[in-house]
């Protein structure tokens, strides 16, 4: 049973379109995240979500937003894709509160604007 | 703000031999997390190990063993007896009272047969 699941895993798109990834975790976690790792592989957190509610949102374009219809989905609607979206993008999850664990990772999504 | 640094882009080991990477961060917060990830070509990101700050002891998982030097903010890898399949990229990752979670830029590990 897949822990973290992320749909699509590859997704080849032309500019100004607008797409959705899926996520979802079936860990029970209370906590869920978005990261995006460029091509230099470096990983950034864009935002989390906890109970459904929004925690962190870093700084990242308004054309980019979470939605989390329940605590074990989140998904990332992207408006308007730019060349400079391509990237891999990561759900993740987690437990937070006094059962912390470690972060479960998808299997990521290479997101490819041309 | 918390920061990680991993100052080696890319090590190399010979198998069986032992490889260290290293890792340090700055916080002012006393309870957090440090981990260390793997991630192999496939993408998948992998819990290596994990450390909570308030234990002394340092953690081991099998040939994988941490050196965590609180006061010096050090989180250095230590991987034994290396084989074929710890080529990856390894990050270091914070996670602090709030439950963020903050990255390294990686090392990525090169293994020798």
């Known amino acids: 049973d897949t822990a973290v699941s992320q749909t699509p895993k590859y997704l080849v798109t032309q500019m100004g379109n607008d797409k959705s990834i899926k996520c979802e975790q079936n860990l029970g976690h209370d906590t869920m995240y978005w990261y995006k790792q460029d091509s230099k592989k470096f990983l950034k957190i864009m935002f989390s979500y906890n109970n459904k509610e929004l925690i962190i949102n870093e700084t990242v374009p308004n054309r980019f937003s979470p939605k989390s219809p329940d605590k074990a989905h989140l998904n990332l609607h992207i408006n308007s894709l730019e060349l400079g979206d391509s990237a891999v993008y990561f759900c993740a999850s987690s437990q937070t509160g006094w059962r912390k664990t470690e972060a479960f990772f998808g299997q990521g999504t290479r997101l490819t604007v041309v | 703000a918390q920061t990680v640094t991993q100052s080696q882009p890319e090590m190399s080991v010979q198998e069986a031999e032992t490889v260290t990477l290293s890792c340090t961060y700055d916080t002012s917060e006393s309870d957090y997390y440090l981990f260390w990830y793997k991630q192999p070509p496939s993408r998948q990101m992998i819990l290596v190990i994990r450390q909570e700050a308030y234990k002394q002891q340092n953690a081991t998982e099998n040939r994988f063993s941490v050196n965590f030097q609180k006061a010096a903010k050090s989180f250095s890898l230590k991987i034994s007896d290396s084989q074929l399949g710890d080529a990856a990229m390894y990050f270091c990752?914070?996670?602090?009272?709030?439950?963020?979670?903050?990255f390294g830029t990686g090392t990525r590990l090169q293994v020798f047969p």
């Open positions: 990752a914070y996670r602090s009272d709030t439950d963020k979670l903050i």
